[in-house]
């Protein structure tokens, strides 16, 4: 017995041990690369949220849901991630609905273009921060580069041991407890760079979209229809990398083949009021507050009218979250006169 007791203890402190490691060695995207935060906060949200926004920074960057609550009582939340790829929409889309249903999802299409996994980097900032699930083994395994492999997923301690050269001062004080780095998953910058003289577009050399990207597209439209939940495709109106007029049309004749509502916003630009020499922190590949604020305020008067979303601003104790929320909200935005 004593034996026995002697294993089960060193196994313990063993495992505790590699556990530590593990926490300690693997990236905590605090500082800096935030994006590999966004998924995990999801979780310790509220979850009746009347719209999910699925995308990559098309839709974390150009979209304010602070604005949809102030504005139209719209209770939405982003679940976006760099180069979120079509699949990896998919199985976030598949697990939230393990947690609610919105009355609602918007899509963001600029991630049809990819029709095969990207960049193992941009894999490990949507999915290690994916609880356990059957949505997120099927999401790893979709989304894996022929050189990954499948138990550094599992056992992240696997993929990140040698990181221990580049620890930082954040990996020791959010070892246990990070902070939030997003507002129901938007990232505001409040940085003006106006866009002036873009590239001309490449040229393109496959106009039609690819069969996977086309396959959980599909999907997606499915499994709302399943749940009885409004599909909205959405084109952010980031002025670069180039939306050709070929995907466009493809995405258009989708939505219409399936009755299913599109906005480019690239071609609502006037009707918004965004102002590309004010609306940009980036010269145009990205909205800056004031552009995310316009595109929301456009959102939810399109949620609200076409889709009859509520006003649930008088709902407690909702009200008193997104009270909090607002005031952390403008305490990021302020900016010095």
């Not at 009746?48 to 979209?63: F, M, T």
């Not at 393990?98 to 193992?120: G, H, I």
């Not at 999401?139 to 696997?158: D, G, K």
Request: net charge negative; charged share 25%; proline share 4%.
């Amino acid at each position: 017995m004593k034996d026995v007791i002697k294993t089960a203890v060193t196994a313990g402190v063993i495992l505790l041990l590699l556990f530590f490691l593990q926490r300690l060695l693997m990236p905590k995207y605090m500082e800096g690369i935030t994006e590999g935060a966004f998924i995990a906060e999801y979780y310790g949200e509220e979850k009746n949220h009347d719209v999910i926004v699925l995308g990559d920074c098309e839709v974390y960057e150009n979209i304010s849901p602070a604005v949809l609550w102030r504005d139209f009582g719209i209770h939405a939340y982003i679940r976006g991630s760099a180069q979120q790829t079509m699949w990896q929409s998919y199985y976030l889309l598949r697990e939230t609905l393990t947690y609610e249903t919105p009355k609602a999802v918007v899509l963001s299409v600029f991630a049809m273009q990819y029709d095969t996994p990207q960049n193992e980097a941009y894999n490990r900032m949507t999915l290690d921060g994916m609880r356990w699930s059957a949505d997120k083994i099927d999401a790893v395994r979709a989304s894996m580069l022929p050189e990954e492999e499948f138990i550094e997923y599992v056992f992240p301690l696997l993929r990140f041991h040698e990181r221990w050269k580049e620890l930082e001062a954040q990996d020791i004080r959010y070892l246990f407890q990070k902070r939030k780095v997003t507002h129901n998953g938007f990232v505001p910058h409040t940085g003006v760079m106006p866009s002036g003289e873009l590239p001309a577009p490449a040229q393109l050399t496959r106009e039609r979209f690819g069969e996977n990207a086309m396959l959980y597209l599909e999907r997606i439209r499915v499994l709302c229809e399943e749940n009885n939940i409004p599909l909205i495709l959405l084109k952010a109106p980031s002025l670069w990398p180039h939306w050709y007029d070929e995907w466009d049309a493809q995405i258009a004749a989708y939505a219409d083949a399936h009755d299913l509502a599109y906005y480019n916003f690239l071609s609502l630009q006037e009707e918004i009021g965004l102002d590309f020499s004010t609306d940009t922190y980036d010269a145009g590949l990205h909205l800056n507050v004031y552009g995310a604020e316009k595109c929301a305020t456009y959102l939810g008067g399109i949620l609200q009218r076409d889709f009859g979303l509520a006003d649930r601003r008088g709902e407690e104790p909702l009200s008193s979250v997104w009270e909090e929320k607002l005031e952390e909200y403008d305490r990021a935005t302020e900016t010095t006169p």
